[in-house]
């Protein structure tokens, strides 16, 4: 395959040849089921196998600890970005951001829309050049979460060690350096991530959530945006992006 292209643009990007030939013996016919995945019910005992082997796969990978929840979802980090606020942050409460590029920044626009938050650092003024030194971060001790951004693709800035925000739940899109690198999960209290950068196809979405964090949800959470349904629904209250999550899971 000498004229393959290696794309690592933005949005979708390269995956292993051995998934992508994997997923073309399987497309007609997934391991005699007699249909492609593409076909099969959500609900079907096939497809229960393939999204519990992808979250097995991915548990080990991270080593995610038991008091976490791995959810599959759609719309992207971006839609996780509203998300955040409305399953983290009660009224009345506020929330962090750390801005170190384009990504925190549109996460903090959506996030004013559902309630108050403050900028709990930011390098703006050095257009994103690096990173905010210690000092510069001014944390609320009392806020909801504090929100940042683990790589920058667009700036080029990414963290090498997570911000110590004390007992305050830390979120973090992780988006770009997803399954690139080991990370302790227990330091987080949500990790998000669109899938096409590293793990699998663009469609889905890995949440994983401390349980601990569940019962916070605004009123007008809707049900599908709201993470403890979907959790005690398996990700599958409404029907999951089911081949995204199938290549995904050879991916782990």
């Known amino acids: 395959m000498t004229d393959r292209i290696f ?9 292993p040849v051995s998934v992508l030939e994997q997923a073309q013996s399987e497309m007609l016919n997934y391991r005699g089921a007699g249909m492609s995945v593409m076909e099969m019910s959500h609900r079907s005992k096939a497809f229960e196998s393939i999204i519990q082997q992808a979250e097995a796969d991915l548990r080990a990978l991270l080593n995610i600890p038991e008091n976490y929840k791995v959810l599959f979802l759609q719309g992207g980090a971006s839609l996780q970005f509203a998300m955040v606020p409305m399953n983290l942050q009660p009224k009345g409460k506020s929330a962090d951001y750390i801005l170190t590029g ?3 920044q549109g996460a903090f626009k959506e996030a004013k829309k559902l309630g108050p938050v403050r900028e709990a650092a930011t390098t703006a003024g050095s257009n994103f050049n690096r990173l905010p030194r210690p000092e510069e971060i ?20 990414e963290f090498d ?34 899938a096409q950068k590293n793990a699998g196809p663009a469609g ?7 349980r601990s964090l569940f019962g916070r949800a605004l009123p007008i959470t809707p049900s599908a945006f709201d993470w403890q349904q979907q959790a005690e629904s398996d990700s599958m209250l409404n029907t999951p992006p089911t081949y995204a999550i199938y290549v995904a899971g050879l991916v782990f």
Do not use: Q
């Open 138 to 157: 001014k944390l609320d001790t009392g806020a909801a979460y504090v929100h940042f951004t683990s790589n920058e693709t667009i700036f080029g800035v």
């Open 161 to 194: 060690e997570e911000p110590a925000t004390g007992d305050v739940p830390l979120v973090c899109d992780m988006s770009s350096d997803f399954i690139s690198r080991p990370v302790d999960v227990s330091k987080y209290g949500l990790i998000y991530a669109g």
């Open 7 to 15: 794309n690592f643009s933005a949005g979708p990007a390269t995956l």
């Open 204 to 210: 889905v979405t890995i949440v994983i959530v401390r």
């Open 102 to 104: 384009s990504w925190g």
